[in-house]
């Protein structure tokens, strides 16, 4: 253990000496107003979707496509980096038996199983946010400051990166003391019960991470702006949604990004809107994406979530009964891990887990965009304003690529891509012109 701070303090030293390489970039925004119909979107006798999909397109400027796609497909090697730089600390911990190191001193403090687990964790967590800090301050700091994306200075950064890690050492604690408890008490059938506390863990994070967790990174009040919240509430009682508030969180603190989400499961959800949205958004932009994310409500997407990670947990701890066992036979004395049940173990979890999960890549993104296009006609149809939707994919563009190939979308893409999004809009607007057409002596709505 006392060779952590000797073999890492140069690679920390590197990334603190970095802070000044990251200065903040505006994003490109467009160069004319994006709330301003095109002439080829405008209904008429002769609309094609096609051709006010391309005149939406046309709005975002080459430079900022150019600097949304050089980020975006930056992303693509993230993922692979990701798991690579997870997959090296977890072979770390293990070859050099630095788990089982842990292991031991958690045993020398304590003879309680409970208590060993927990302090296994604490060890753990830290050991591997060290070995992972320069990675994460490149990924989530730098790259962000150099894309304009990011708002934060060091020191706010660092402070969210601090909560988010006693975040982990209590949810996590819990988490490896409750599953190494069944691992231990039940030999055979520990893979089957690991499944169902993990999906009762997962639906009571899902739960109370709106009301107890979120508020600890970002102020999240009502929303009481009438002229917001009236179109807002009227679309959700017009949808069975029998919420009375919105609320708004202060994400520009952190991010120029512009959200808004459904949060929470039963009695705890709520609908979101970040400060950039309202800020920068059109009233008809707003409606749009509450349309959205009513979908993800109305449609039930929570449950049926639940639902397929039911069939993910069950699949994925059935895997690592019979990888853990294959693994432990060739190479536990070498690793000093005793058994399954033995907490040192944690990082081969962490390793068959994540090669899992980087192989499921695309069928992961194919189910979340999957519920991301039923969320989008659903939205269409609630809030009935196209052109705010075509003016959020837009707003994406900032930090997504809008027109991927196929094979591209469905590897990488958990959202449809802006092309489509605005396309699927289009379409949408063709078959209801009538909606958007002027009457002798009427301004248009839009």
Do not use: C
């Not at 050099?96 to 296994?120: D, E």
């Not at 964790?121 to 490149?138: A, I, K, S």
């Not at 990166?161 to 003391?177: C, D, H, Q, R, T």
């Not at 294959?326 to 090669?355: C, F, K, N």
């Amino acid at each position: 253990m006392h060779k952590f701070p000797r073999v890492f303090a140069p690679l920390i030293f590197i990334a603190v000496l970095a802070i000044g390489a990251a200065h903040a970039q505006p994003a490109i925004q467009p160069t004319v107003d994006i709330t301003q119909i095109p002439p080829a979107a405008q209904p008429s006798a002769n609309f094609s979707a096609d051709a006010a999909t391309e005149a939406y397109m046309a709005m975002i400027p080459p430079a900022a496509s150019a600097r949304s796609n050089a980020y975006f497909e930056g992303g693509y090697w993230l993922v692979l980096w990701d798991f690579v730089i997870a997959s090296a600390i977890s072979l770390l911990l293990l070859n050099l038996r630095w788990s089982a190191r842990m292991r031991n001193l958690a045993q020398r403090i304590t003879r309680f199983l409970w208590l060993q687990r927990a302090l296994y964790w604490m060890q753990f967590l830290l050991v591997t946010t060290l070995l992972g800090f320069p990675w994460e301050y490149y990924e989530n700091f730098v790259r962000e400051h150099k894309y304009g994306l990011a708002t934060q200075t060091f020191g706010p950064w660092m402070g969210d990166e601090v909560k988010s890690l006693l975040v982990n050492l209590v949810a996590g604690g819990i988490a490896v003391m409750v599953l190494f408890a069944i691992v231990r008490r039940l030999p055979r059938t520990w893979w089957i019960w690991g499944s169902v506390a993990t999906l009762a863990l997962m639906v009571a994070a899902i739960s109370i991470a709106p009301v107890y967790v979120q508020p600890i990174f970002n102020k999240v009040t009502r929303l009481n702006d009438p002229k917001i919240t009236g179109p807002i509430l009227s679309m959700a009682h017009a949808n069975g949604i029998s919420t009375n508030d919105v609320y708004e969180i202060d994400a520009s603190r952190q991010t120029t990004r512009m959200s808004a989400n459904v949060s929470g499961f039963a009695n705890t959800m709520r609908i979101t809107l970040n400060d950039n949205l309202l800020r920068r958004g059109s009233p008809e932009e707003i409606q749009a994406v509450m349309g959205h994310e009513m979908g993800h409500y109305v449609l039930n997407h929570i449950p049926k979530t639940i639902v397929f990670l039911i069939i993910v947990v069950v699949g994925s701890f059935a895997y690592l009964r019979w990888a853990l066992g294959w693994a432990l036979a060739r190479w536990g004395e070498r690793w000093q891990i005793r058994e399954i049940s033995d907490p040192a173990i944690l990082p081969l979890v962490m390793l068959l887990t994540g090669i899992l999960f980087f192989v499921l890549t695309p069928i992961m993104n194919t189910q979340t965009r999957t519920q991301e296009k039923e969320a989008d006609m659903f939205g269409l149809n609630a809030a009935r304003q196209p052109d705010g939707f075509a003016q959020a994919a837009i707003h994406l563009s900032e930090y997504r690529k809008m027109r991927p190939g196929k094979l591209e979308e469905w590897i990488f893409y958990d959202h449809p891509s802006g092309y489509n999004r605005i396309h699927s809009a289009m379409v949408w607007k063709g078959e209801n012109l009538q909606l958007f057409e002027k009457t002798p002596g009427q301004p248009d709505s839009h």
